[in-house]
């Protein structure tokens, strides 16, 4: 059974720093493609930042320039490093991996881990 677990979530400042990991267990194969999305109170989930097995990065316009991306394909796990963070970055950060089978793709979701910037 796949399992993405999260960690390094937590209270920061504005204008501070976080970063986040993700490792996957349970997969031989490394996956297609990892990444982060967030939650907000009230919003709905958006792609926060994705990396694709080669090292293709897209970042959504609200993060370009402070977060960046990466990942260890051997050890399946998958960083987000977020500087100048701000209080609209406040979310559930969800890390996320995708794996093409022969016939389907699959989703992976970790549980979520708490991202709070105080203003």
């Known amino acids: 059974q796949v399992q993405l677990v999260e960690s390094g979530g937590g209270l920061v400042q504005a204008g501070g720093s976080l970063r986040l990991s993700c490792a996957a267990s349970g997969i031989v194969f490394s996956f297609n493609a990892m990444g982060w999305y967030r939650q907000a109170p009230g919003k709905q989930r958006e792609l926060v930042a994705r990396?694709?097995?080669?090292?293709?990065?897209n970042y959504a316009d609200s993060v370009k320039g402070r977060f960046t991306v990466s990942r260890d394909n051997a050890e399946n796990t998958v960083s987000l490093q977020m500087n100048s963070l701000k209080p609209e970055d406040t979310a559930v950060y969800y890390c996320h991996a995708q794996f093409n089978y022969v016939t389907r793709s699959q989703d992976y979701w970790g549980q979520g881990t708490q991202v709070s910037v105080s203003s």
């Open positions: 990396i694709t097995r080669g090292g293709s990065t």
